[in-house]
């Protein structure tokens, strides 16, 4: 089952602030975790921060089960800054409704009952008491699909242009080697003259060589503009990978928010749309055309 909880909601103001990235979609995974599935919380980045966040089984052995929502760093123990407790063991369950949320001051629970949580099934594994909030026709779904191969695409086509450019650079390097190297000899001379008058040690002959190397790369003008282009170009390539991060991060927040206000709307419909076929419905039951004679 393509399953995902939308956890949505206020917490209380003094709740503990690693609670607030708590809220957000999280996705089923395929591993277990006290003999149940994980969560991970979607659109997270966890090489950037190692602080992404996830939702698993806890039974404190004592009858009380509950489903924790923390660090993915503490899967499986009870540190934690949200509490879901149940009668049962899936969190989709109608009587998992209890919130609780870890306080600022200290290592208590306190109430969040503000806080919720829906279920979430792609079309092909619909539920009952499931709430589906992603449909999209096949026009749309292949626009989609279009769209992401032109991504992959044009991102495969950068990588390979960077690749050629690293080899170009690695190229010109050798090609200026030659004449650095002439110019390291020619700096390093009179210090290996001293050397052999013993005039200096072994030390300072050392010393002076990593100077002349230094000099003599710091004297070839065109060396020198490549290694400043050069450094220019994998900065701007890493600006460009964490503007795509940040994007990305941010389209998937607002998909999330979107999927919030879904949930909403579908659940204000529901509460109105049998009332409303009951008000056409005749004396039988049946439910009348408009415009039928009474």
């Given amino acids: 089952m393509n399953l995902s909880l939308l956890i949505t909601g206020e917490l209380p103001a ?17 591993h277990l975790v006290n003999g149940k ?4 919380k979607d659109g997270q ?15 404190d052995g004592n009858g009380q089960k509950s489903w924790l929502v923390g660090k993915h760093t ?15 063991d ?9 919130w609780l ?22 079309p092909g594994g619909v539920e009952p008491d499931v709430v589906v909030v992603e449909e999209r026709t096949r026009k749309q779904r292949d626009a989609e699909g279009r769209k992401r191969a032109i991504d992959v ?33 020619a700096l390093l001379q009179p210090s290996v003259n001293d050397w052999a008058d013993d005039k200096i040690d072994d030390v300072v002959l050392s010393k002076r060589k990593a100077t002349a190397r230094e000099a003599a790369n710091s004297e070839d003008a065109p060396l020198r503009a490549l290694e400043s282009a050069y450094a220019g170009f994998t900065a701007a390539i890493e600006r460009s990978r964490q503007a795509v991060d940040a994007a990305r991060l941010a389209v998937q927040q607002a998909e999330h928010a ?8 579908e659940t204000a419909l529901r509460a109105i749309e049998p009332e409303a076929e009951a008000a056409v419905a005749g004396p039988s039951g049946a439910v009348k055309r408009e415009g039928a004679a009474g």
């Fill in 14 to 30: 003094d709740a503990h602030p690693g609670a607030r990235n708590a809220c957000g979609l999280y996705r089923r995974q395929g």
């Fill in 37 to 40: 599935p994980a969560f991970m």
């Fill in 45 to 59: 980045l966890l090489s950037s921060t190692g602080e992404a966040m996830a939702m698993w089984f806890h039974d």
């Fill in 74 to 88: 503490n899967l499986g123990n009870d540190d934690a800054y949200l509490e879901l407790r149940c009668s049962d």
């Fill in 90 to 98: 899936e969190p989709a369950q109608t009587d998992c409704i209890e």
């Fill in 101 to 122: 949320a870890a306080n600022l001051d200290d290592e208590t629970w306190m109430a969040a009952p503000q806080l919720r949580h829906y279920a979430i099934v792609k």
């Fill in 153 to 185: 695409d044009s991102a495969d086509s950068r990588k390979r242009a960077r690749s050629a450019l690293d080899l170009r650079v690695a190229k010109a390097r050798s090609l200026r080697a030659s004449v650095v190297d002439a110019r390291y000899k």
């Fill in 258 to 265: 979107e999927d919030a206000a879904e949930v909403t709307l």
